[in-house]
């Protein structure tokens, strides 16, 4: 569901914004093939573009949901500052889960980021809107240049406003699309990623809020707490419905491992790092180091 009334500059999918839009039968038809085609699978993120934005997303999820699935959103969280539109998705729809990015606790970087004024304002009385239905909701926020300063004051914020947030993912950009375009003046450099990855850790711990970093080689967090998504095996389960690859357009970030990763316990099962840090950064981070140990998880 590709429209976004936003404009972030490390948007990965604006692409689909060009795309003819998804109709409702489509939609309908990919989630009779889930339910009959993977019956272990039970629950659906809806994302896009901007999914709320879709104009039958209650009738989407309630489909879904009809259909045995549970069903998560991913969202900016715009659209949910309307109370009643965010009751329709938990009540009508059944969306029990929501992913609401929410990138600073500065007002001016948060509109500035999606090019919405008022969007911190709406964002946050989303997150609360869906919080009030009984949803589990999580964050998530992109590290970026403009970002990377408040992340340890944005997990204080949200703790104290918002609890119980299920999870506050972290999110490093995937340079693709915009982000591609953008990538000069958005990236930091994995070190840096690193560094701060350890500083959330503990304020995480202290605060009770579960942290997870993405799109991160795993030894970013040798000791595995942070839990970074997308490991090689969840990539190789989402293939199959993914619309890049349904489409014939493999995402555009590509991975690769530094020789020393061969010395690496987790080498199967991390995915590495993406090629475009490498070239940005000129030299392997430092913070790639082999993980030693007993087992490969992978
Ligand atoms: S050393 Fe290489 S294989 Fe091991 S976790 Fe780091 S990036 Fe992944």
Redesign the pocket.
Known sequence: MGACAAACPFCYTDWIRRDPPFETPQLLRIIDRIVSDFPTVGRVVLSGGEVTEFVDIVGVARYARSAGLRVAIQTNGIQMHSRSFTHALGQSGGVDAFLVSLHSIQPEIHDSILGIPAAFEKTTLGIANALAEGAAVSTNTVICRSTISGLVDLVEYCVDRFSPLETMRFSNIIVEGAAFRNANGLLVSLDNVAHVAIRLRGVGEKLGVHIELANV????D?QGSLNSSYHVDLQRALIDFSPFYQQNRPRGEKYV??A??S?????R?????QSAYLSWAKSVPES????PGASDCG
Request: glycine fraction near 4%; proline fraction near 22%.
């Open positions: 080689p795993l030894c970013i040798p491992k530094p020393r990763c010395e690496c316990t987790l080498l099962q991390c995915p590495g790092i790639i180091i082999p993980v």
